[in-house]
């Protein structure tokens, strides 16, 4: 078990520029997850993929964020035109679906600042 | 609706001693309930979680929480708290049957004091 992994650990950008991370979830997880988190917060629900398929979307997300899973396997998520409040941390879980108990497994995130 | 409450910003206590992190939820039905905990600049690790059966649920790390219906509680417990448990502890819920998006409290600092 390689374990969740996201890439890159920290980005520092601009405002108005783009962003895109990208996450490996566990090999044989069909399920994944994006969160937020902001400092003192929980994490925040993004969106979540089963397979290829993106099955719901935050109202969080608005219109510069876009996520995919082309093909099943990793996600990337990208966030365009950023804006000082997108500064946070973008967090990866994955989790396998043959039933709804199973715990989300999460990678270390990607901590974005915006200057 | 579903949520999660962790009424405890921050619980502080003596190495050694037994240490409590409490939470609250309200979910409409048969909840399923989690807990996780973050260390700095990491992902949140999965401790142990709450299906159905014992009210009791052992996890990792000498961890257990105790389910309790009537009060909806799920407080975090350990006999004998160590200076590395200090963190930051999430509790986490969802509905019961499919998928249901998960709901995670707000986090409550956990100081062990040396």
């Known amino acids: 078990d390689t374990g969740v992994s996201q890439d890159p650990r920290h980005k520092i950008t601009k405002r108005g520029q783009n962003v895109t991370f990208r996450c490996d979830p566990i090999?044989?997880?069909?399920?994944l997850y994006w969160y937020r988190q902001t400092l003192g917060q929980g994490p925040e629900f993004l969106t979540y993929?089963?397979?290829?398929?993106?099955?719901?979307k935050s109202r969080l997300l608005s219109d510069r964020f876009s996520a995919e899973r082309p093909k099943g396997s990793f996600s990337t998520l990208e966030i365009q035109r950023t804006e000082q409040g997108d500064s946070a941390m973008y967090l990866c879980a994955s989790s396998f679906s043959d039933r709804s108990n199973q715990p989300q497994h999460f990678g270390d995130g990607t901590r974005l600042s915006i200057l | 609706a579903q949520s999660v409450a962790q009424p405890e910003d921050q619980v502080n206590v003596a190495e050694g001693n037994p240490l409590t992190v409490k939470c609250t939820y309200s979910?409409?039905?048969?909840?399923?309930l989690f807990w996780y905990v973050q260390y700095p600049n990491r992902g949140l690790q999965f401790l142990l979680k709450?299906?159905?059966?014992?009210?009791l649920v052992k996890g990792s790390y000498g961890f257990e929480a105790e389910f309790n219906k009537s009060q909806t509680s799920f407080h975090l417990k350990k006999p004998s708290a160590l200076v590395s448990d200090s963190a930051l502890y999430f509790c986490?819920?969802?509905?019961?049957?499919?998928?249901?998006?998960?709901?995670f409290g707000t986090g409550t600092k956990l100081q062990v004091i040396p």
């Open positions: 979910v409409s039905g048969n909840p399923y």
């Open positions: 090999s044989e997880h069909n399920r």
């Open positions: 709450y299906i159905t059966g014992d009210n």
């Open positions: 993929f089963q397979n290829e398929a993106q099955l719901e």
């Open positions: 986490a819920g969802h509905l019961s049957g499919g998928y249901q998006k998960v709901t």
